[in-house]
């Protein structure tokens, strides 16, 4: 597919740039700065699947919880020494373009988040080609109302995305919960590195598995859908960060300002925090760390706002 030509003043400035700078701009690992693209790979699986292990065999965990009746539908609960029936949740969505990564490999923030008595669910879904977007949010969307059912006594759910973890994260704000039975304590969002306009995304590489169409693209796009909504369904009491690494990409730059921008219009209580040299990977294996400046940022958020 073509790159739509050059457009007006005010139009997306992604559009101005050519098929292979677009490429660059959405290919994450070829920003980072202390390693190569194919090391830094390598060390997120690596990290990731490390922290996956210590979490087990140091956590009372509940592993591959089936949250629907599909194969994937599985979600992994990790829990605080004392356990409360009435306790903090934050639910993490891993990244990976839709197409990567596992609930196996993504339990960073599990131990730091536990020791301060904070409940961690892992959730997975479906990947593309099996998995659309649509069917992506739609899992993301039933986790979390399992969740909620599971734990009606909970202090607060606090959901954590990173990438395109962070993208089905902020789908959130759109949901209609009614036909769910059930509306989740919704305390906070963190979005880390995300991407919320998907319209770029149909232009590149990324796409070959995911088959969208501009349609499906500007249906699962919180950018748009936020501007467009007529009624805005801001909780004041949900407060949402949204960051980006400092050695992300100008457009992953770019599109975790312009929708800050849109959450504060739309009377959301957000924050935006570029994190300090870190790239679009470190960002997220930093959590393993209790004394990462975003581990701070997160606890802080959790543990303060009752
Ligand atoms: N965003 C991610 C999050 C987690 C794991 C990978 C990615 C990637 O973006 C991989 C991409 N193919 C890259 O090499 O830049």
């Not at 949900?238 to 992953?252: A, I, M, N, R, Y």
Request: hydrophobic content about 35%; glycine content about 8%.
């Amino acid at each position: 597919m073509e790159v739509p030509g050059r457009g007006p003043p005010g139009e997306a400035p992604w559009k101005k740039l050519s098929k292979e700078e677009l490429e660059n701009q959405y290919s994450p690992s070829r920003w980072v700065i202390r390693q190569g693209a194919e090391e830094t790979l390598r060390t997120y699986s690596h990290i990731g699947d490390e922290a996956t292990k210590k979490a087990r065999a140091t956590r009372r965990s509940l592993l591959h919880v089936p949250y629907g009746d599909g194969e994937g539908e599985k979600l992994d609960i990790y829990f605080p020494r004392e356990v409360s029936a009435a306790s903090r949740f934050c639910l993490f969505f891993h990244g990976g373009y839709w197409q990567s990564g596992s609930k196996d490999t993504s339990a960073f923030m599990v131990n730091p988040l536990t020791a301060q008595g904070v409940a961690v669910v892992v959730m997975a879904y479906d990947l593309a080609p099996k998995g659309t977007l649509d069917q992506m949010v739609d899992q993301v969307t039933r986790s979390i109302a399992f969740v909620q059912k599971q734990y009606p006594c909970n202090e607060g759910l606090y959901l954590c995305g990173h990438s395109a973890g962070a993208h089905l994260a902020s789908m959130m704000f759109l949901t209609n919960w009614t036909k769910h039975g059930v509306t989740p304590n919704l305390k906070g969002f963190f979005l880390v590195s995300g991407i919320y306009d998907l319209e770029p995304i149909v232009y590149t590489t990324i796409n070959a598995p995911l088959h969208m169409t501009l349609e499906d693209a500007q249906r699962n796009s919180p950018q748009l859908l936020l501007e467009a909504a007529v009624t805005q369904l801001s909780d004041p009491a949900c407060h949402v960060l949204v960051t980006v690494g400092q050695h992300d990409s100008p457009e992953f730059h770019r599109q975790s300002r312009e929708f800050y921008q849109t959450l504060r219009r739309g009377g959301w209580n957000a924050s935006f925090e570029e994190i300090h040299d870190v790239d679009h990977f470190e960002i997220i294996w930093n959590l393993t760390q209790k004394d990462f400046v975003l581990t701070q940022m997160i606890l802080r958020t959790i543990l303060h706002e009752h």
